[in-house]
């Protein structure tokens, strides 16, 4: 009789769901909740998706074996343009489109056996999130967090929408491929500049998060402490005014070679009004591009306006006053003084243009023709920390580091009264107002009597129409007939709706929050927050480091505040942990052409296709449905089982790094899982095997150890060695059958189907998700024995294992019984024999 977990798998699914094993409940214990990133519904779930969810079950089932009321949801991050993409191209509704790609989903995670409570499922298109949503978004506007204001964004041409930076991808829309434009909208803001100090000291605090994560939220957020002045222009059109700039080196204002505005400037604006110049380059610098990650790639581009400012610090010196494109509008002020001694991208635009470049400091003990000659060919950046020396310093500088001279060029500055010392962030308020159809509606009208007003909240929610269609680009919602329609809360006049809808990311940043009490008619009930707040262990890829976990962290706050959180989750996640990639090789041909053709991993046997044709084989890489080097789980739990697949997401390599699928992995892992199975049907004849049970201690700690460190493929190395041991074991009867019941126990969080056989083979009472997860007997994880070498004339030769307590005549005793010793000596006697207890046995022959 064989392991046959096409029969067995469903078995122990429908026990569980049976007994609602997995059903959160608030109650008397403590409680542990354990949170996945949940997916987007895009069809079908790939291999990723089970290492995910795989490691969160691993944590949750551990946990609920220790007696903790575990809560382990599942949701759909469901509102985005993809869908809208769909129906553009295949027709339908993104609705029916979104909701078809759920249930698939959701028929293809079932079967891995995950112990989530599919009780607070939800999607957040369903209409009762949107609604819950809404009513944050209110009570957020009532309570000053939420702001409307023009500002220049990221839009889409194509797709007709704001794009978020990080959507723009070298410059381009990351569903369209389209250049972006930089476009002025009024937009929804909320206001998460007010927390940038809290939201970066709190950094400090999250112990449980991975350093790196730590450190890209603080450079997202990133705090600088600089001097803000203004230029005097010279001969300027009338109404131009000073300009102002930011700088966090005013240590290098000596070196200023010349001033720079951004293409979005008001100045600039100003100016191409009346130059069809400047307003003909400003275009051709957003047909480029004008997004950050666009600026470091583009080459630097300049405009001379032929105007000029006075130095600050010297009335007849005159700076000359460019357009370039790599100043950005929305850091600092939106214009730089260039000092290209001692920045790279000054540095690039000066000699491009031929500018001067002047030094400011050199390496220490440089004179200042030194020091000139030394940033002619490349800019001079030192660290803040290192000393320089200052050749043309206005503080007092000598030989010092920048970390002395800002401060000191601040204070020069505020004394003689031309600027003043200002911390500023780079984070910026988030703009959440999408021109798109398939996402959350913003509750407010327009009236022409009341102006912007929110939605009363006994009108929530407001749903999408779905009459739409998409034959057309842009938003829908725009040219609905009906649907702006809408009564003005405040005097009941005629009003129109908003047609914004809200980003996605404002979707996930909460959802961890409705969790706890999915079907309220509130986003959240005290009691339910009170008792599952915060997420204990956050599990998700670290492409989501930045922006998702930073707008969580704003959302708590914002909840807070507002509510619906109490205090303590104003850090929603105690513990953060990013897995690695799932990757596989590609398999390419080329056509007639050259061009290649990619081919399935199921379509290649022995590097071959069926027709016999050589593929090339691309290393191990990101796995990719245009290369189609993915991997269907579907197929693999239909051929191999959940279990199998559980098992080599785990077993392969640590958690964080990227681990590799290979068939031979996965045929590997189904061959331990049926000799486990095989140990388990096996009932020998024999006696107590106190080694057997020594060694099923072992691993209870060294499995629990492991576990509690995110340390899976070590957790299931030590059950290898339990396997082997039961295998290599002469025990029967009940000694064997407690070695087997605790491979069950810890072999449930991983492979729960396979435990419950093993538990139920074994004469496990019940099932084995309710047993208590195993102590270990500290007594027998003493080790009793120890293992002495035994050296030859200065060479080791053999070794002997004998009781830490056996006395030192004894021990002689069987060192001369040895038979390599007795070799050696040849019947002779041994000129000495010394036993250093513990540690080692000389023989000299």
Not at 713 to 718: E, L, Q, R, S, T
Request: hydrophobic fraction near 40%.
């Amino acid at each position: 009789m064989s392991y046959t977990p096409a029969t067995s798998e469903p078995h122990w699914q429908k026990a569980w769901a049976d007994a609602e094993s997995f059903r959160a409940v608030r109650d008397e214990r403590p409680k542990y909740y354990v949170l996945e990133m949940f997916p987007y519904p895009s069809g079908r779930i790939h291999i990723g998706h089970v290492r995910n969810y795989t490691m969160g079950d691993v944590v949750a089932r551990f946990k609920r074996a220790q007696g903790f009321s575990v809560l382990h949801p599942m949701g759909w991050d469901a509102f985005g343009m993809p869908a809208e993409n769909a129906a553009m191209e295949n027709g339908g509704h993104p609705r029916d489109w979104t909701y078809a790609n759920i249930a698939t989903m959701r028929d293809q995670l079932k079967p891995l056996g995950l112990s989530i409570d599919w009780s607070r499922e939800f999607a957040t298109c369903d209409d009762d999130y949107v609604a819950q949503q809404q009513a944050l978004f209110l009570d957020m506007l009532d309570a000053g967090l939420i702001t409307r204001k023009s500002a220049q964004v990221n839009w889409d041409p194509v797709d007709m929408t704001v794009l978020a930076n990080e959507q723009v991808i070298d410059g381009k829309g990351w569903r369209s491929g389209a250049d972006v434009e930089r476009k002025e909208l009024t937009q929804w803001f909320f206001r998460i500049t007010d927390f940038a100090e809290e939201l970066l000291d709190a950094i400090d605090k999250l112990d449980g998060w991975p350093e790196k994560v730590r450190l890209m939220q603080q450079n997202w957020i990133g705090k600088s402490r600089g001097l803000q002045f203004r230029f005097a222009t010279v001969d300027a059109p009338e109404g131009f005014g000073e300009i102002e700039v930011y700088t966090t080196r005013p240590d290098t204002l000596m070196g200023a070679s010349f001033v720079a505005l951004s293409p979005d400037h008001p100045l600039v604006k100003q100016l191409a009004e009346t130059n069809p110049a400047v307003a003909e380059f400003v275009e051709e610098c957003r047909r480029i591009g004008t997004t950050e990650e666009a600026i470091e790639t583009a080459p630097k581009m300049g405009f001379d306006t032929g105007l000029t400012v006075t130095h600050p610090l010297d009335p007849e010196w005159k700076l000359p006053i460019w357009i370039a494109n790599f100043v950005l509008m929305d850091y600092g002020t939106g214009a730089i003084f260039g000092s290209p001694a001692h920045d790279e991208r000054d540095h690039e635009f000066a000699t491009k243009y031929s500018l001067p470049i002047r030094a400011t400091f050199g390496e220490k003990g440089m004179t200042l023709d030194q020091a000139d000659e030394f940033v002619s060919k490349a800019p001079y950046v030192p660290a803040k920390t290192e000393v320089v020396t200052y050749v043309r310093g206005f503080a007092g500088e000598a030989d010092q580091t920048g970390d002395a001279a800002v401060p000191a060029a601040i204070a020069v500055a505020e004394q003689q009264g031309w600027g003043e010392g200002v911390t500023k962030f780079r984070l910026r308020d988030w703009g959440i107002s999408r021109q798109r159809y398939w996402g959350c509606p913003i509750p407010v009208v327009h009236c022409e009597k009341c102006g912007t007003v929110p939605e009363a909240k006994e009108n929530l929610p407001v749903l999408l129409p779905l009459d739409v269609t998409f034959d057309v680009p842009g938003n829908p919602l725009d040219r609905h007939p009906t649907w702006r329609q809408a009564t003005c809360p405040v005097c009941g006049g005629e009003a129109t709706r908003e047609t914004d809808t809200m980003d996605t990311f404002v979707d996930s940043s909460w959802y961890y929050a409705r969790f706890t009490s999915p079907h309220a008619d509130t986003p959240t009930t005290q009691a339910d927050a009170d008792y599952w707040m915060n997420v204990d262990q956050y599990i998700g890829g670290i492409e989501h480091a930045i922006l998702h976990l930073l707008y969580s962290r704003f959302f708590a706050r914002a909840m807070q505040k507002t509510g619906h959180l109490p205090e303590k989750a104003i850090e929603p996640f105690n513990a953060l942990f990013t897995q690695g990639m799932v990757t596989h090789e590609i398999y390419m041909t080329r056509d007639e052409k050259g061009r290649p053709v990619y081919h399935l991993p199921e379509d290649v046997t022995d590097g071959k296709l069926a027709d016999g044709t050589k593929v090339e084989v691309i290393p191990s890489a990101k796995m990719s449905k245009s290369k189609k080097n993915v991997v269907d789980p579907v197929n693999i739990v239909a051929n191999f089982g959940a279990d199998t697949a559980r098992w080599f997401m785990l077993s392969d390599s640590p958690p964080e790094r990227d681990v590799e699928w290979t068939a031979a992995g996965a045929e590997a892992a189904n061959k331990f899982l049926s000799r486990v199975w095989r140990l388990a049907d096996e009932s020998p004849e024999g006696e107590a095997d106190p080694e057997l049970t020594r060694a099923a201690h072992r691993a209870i700690a060294d499995v629990t150890k492991a576990i509690e460190g995110f340390a899976f493929n070590k957790a299931v190395a030590k059950l290898y060695e339990l396997a082997n041991a039961i295998g290599k074991s002469k025990a029967g009867g009940e000694s064997r059958r407690e070695a087997l019941r605790i491979m069950a126990q810890l072999l449930s969080p991983f492979v729960p189907h396979l435990a419950e056989e093993v538990w139920t083979k074994s004469g496990g009472e019940g099932l084995v998700i309710d047993a208590a997860w195993p102590k270990a007997d500290p007594a027998l994880l003493e080790d009793d024995s120890v293992t002495l070498p035994i050296q030859i004339n200065g060479k080791r030769r053999a070794e002997i294992s004998v009781p830490k307590a056996m006395p030192t005549e004894q021990i002689e005793a069987l060192v001369l019984a040895d038979e390599t010793v007795q070799r050696f000596l040849d019947g002779a006697a041994p000129k000495k024999l010394i036993v250093v207890p513990g540690r080692i046995v000389n023989v000299v022959a």
